[in-house]
């Protein structure tokens, strides 16, 4: 089964990680430029992704591709470590939350009246000091922004 294919960093992490876990090369198929990309003789799916900062990136193609698996093991690492530093279903996610276990979700294309702003660490944290328990940043910076319109 297995292809020797070119893969990105991430997925040859998670494709040294799946010998590590008692996979044989052979077992394991890899598909290029689509989701999940590795499937597993035994019929488990797995798809690698890199943790960018505190975010990992879905684009729609693959958010579409991954709804019809949804048991897919989504496995995320960090640059520089070879394990996973988060592992979960796609199920877990596939009601599309901004954020999912600290870590937060880029859906990228699949909400156009979706933008991403970036700030900094220390504007991150000031934010989430402000924020109530299971607030996303979206309702927190507009419950902020009510509150400065209220007393402006």
Same mark, same amino acid.
């Given at each position: 089964?297995?292809?020797?294919?070119?893969?990105?960093?991430?997925?040859?992490?998670?494709?040294?990680?799946? %010998?590590?876990?008692?996979? !044989?090369?052979?077992?394991?198929?890899? /598909?290029? &430029?689509?989701?999940?990309? $590795?499937?597993?003789?035994?019929?488990?799916?797995?798809?690698?992704?890199?943790?960018?900062?505190?975010?990992?990136?879905?684009?729609?193609?693959?958010?579409?591709? %991954?709804?019809?698996?949804? !048991?897919?093991?989504?496995?995320?690492? /960090?640059? &520089?470590?070879?394990?996973? $530093?988060?592992?979960?279903?796609?199920?877990?996610?596939?009601?599309?939350?901004?954020?999912?276990?600290?870590?937060?979700?880029?859906?990228?294309?699949?909400?156009?009246?979706?933008?991403?702003?970036?700030?900094?660490?220390?504007?991150?944290?000031?934010?989430?000091?402000?924020?109530?328990?299971?607030?996303?940043?979206?309702?927190?910076?507009?419950?902020?922004?009510?509150?400065?319109?209220?007393?402006?």
């Amino acid at each position: 089964m297995y292809q020797a294919q070119k893969m990105n960093k991430t997925q040859e992490k998670a494709f040294q990680w799946l %010998l590590n876990q008692g996979y !044989k090369k052979e077992d394991i198929s890899i /598909r290029q &430029n689509a989701s999940p990309a $590795f499937t597993a003789s035994d019929g488990k799916k797995f798809e690698a992704r890199r943790l960018y900062g505190a975010q990992i990136i879905f684009y729609s193609t693959q958010y579409q591709q %991954l709804k019809h698996h949804p !048991k897919a093991l989504i496995l995320v690492f /960090r640059e &520089n470590e070879e394990e996973p $530093f988060a592992k979960f279903r796609f199920e877990e996610i596939s009601s599309l939350p901004k954020s999912y276990k600290g870590i937060d979700i880029n859906w990228v294309s699949l909400q156009q009246d979706i933008g991403t702003i970036r700030v900094s660490k220390k504007t991150k944290e000031r934010l989430q000091a402000f924020g109530k328990m299971g607030e996303d940043f979206d309702k927190l910076i507009n419950r902020l922004l009510d509150k400065v319109k209220k007393n402006g």
